[in-house]
T-cell receptor
Framework: EAAVTQSPRNKVTVTGGNVTLSCRQTNSHNYMYWYRQDTGHGLRLIHYSYGAGNLQIGDVPDGYKATRTTQEDFFLLLELASPSQTSLYFC???????????FGSGTRLTVL | GDSVTQTEGQVTVSESKSLIINCTYSTTSIAYPNLFWYVRYPGEGLQLLLKVITAGQKGSSRGFEATYNKETTSFHLQKASVQESDSAVYYCALGEANTGANTGKLTFGHGTILRVHP
């Protein structure tokens, strides 16, 4: 069974704060993704990666950095958090064919 | 660009009744897209419900089914008899076919909240 683990489950920070969201997958998948989910929007892709050290820009990258340190670990960084980044964040991994994604349970981030 | 439209934000159905959740798609970059339905149960991440990669084919899982209709660019989700345990958020999504060089990027609809009451 595919496994993607996100931490923390919930995070509250203030405007201008520094936040790191973590994601680890144990599927030996090459592809990893960060999405955000907001009411009235579908999941929107922030950044993704093909492998350790690789980073690709998604559809809504502004205000976010990401880093893929190993095949297993993918981090999303908000260096100056803003209230507009209050959202539910999902990490996912995909295999070589990248046709099916496996998602974590999500991190709910609130920026006050 | 690519887009996926789910017209219903929320659907409420009585247990044992039938269900349809509408999904239409548009793409200017993918000739033969793959189509997916993902489901998110409370407190969990999204999980694949079903996918269809060939136009004209039907996918099915857990009593749900959806047919890939290229003529109407639709991929509606149906179930003949829903159960309370089907209460969840359902997302229609579009992705690239496997070319050996695909990115795995998916374009999602807004999601439809399904509430099934006893």
């Amino acid at each position: 069974e595919a496994a993607v683990t996100q931490s923390p489950r919930n995070k509250v920070t203030v405007t201008g704060g520094n936040v790191t969201l973590s994601c680890r997958q144990t599927n030996s998948h090459n592809y990893m993704y960060w999405y955000r989910q907001d009411t009235g929007h579908g999941l929107r892709l922030i950044h993704y990666s093909y492998g350790a050290g690789n980073l690709q820009i998604g559809d809504v990258p502004d205000g976010y950095k990401a880093t893929r340190t190993t095949q297993e670990d993918f981090f999303l960084l908000l260096e100056l958090a803003s209230p507009s980044q209050t959202s539910l964040y999902f990490c996912a991994s995909g295999d070589r064919c990248a046709e099916t994604l496996y998602f974590g349970s999500g991190t709910r981030l609130t920026v006050l | 660009g690519d887009s996926v439209t789910q017209t219903e934000g929320q659907v409420t159905v009585s247990e044992s009744k039938s269900l349809i959740i509408n999904c239409t798609y548009s793409t200017t970059s993918i000739a033969y897209p793959n189509l997916f339905w993902y489901v998110r149960y409370p407190g969990e991440g999204l999980q694949l419900l079903l996918k269809v990669i060939t136009a004209g084919q039907k996918g099915s899982s857990r009593g749900f089914e959806a047919t890939y209709n290229k003529e109407t660019t639709s991929f509606h989700l149906q179930k003949a008899s829903v159960q309370e345990s089907d209460s969840a958020v359902y997302y229609c999504a579009l992705g690239e076919a496997n070319t050996g060089a695909n990115t795995g990027k998916l374009t999602f609809g807004h999601g439809t909240i399904l509430r099934v009451h006893p």
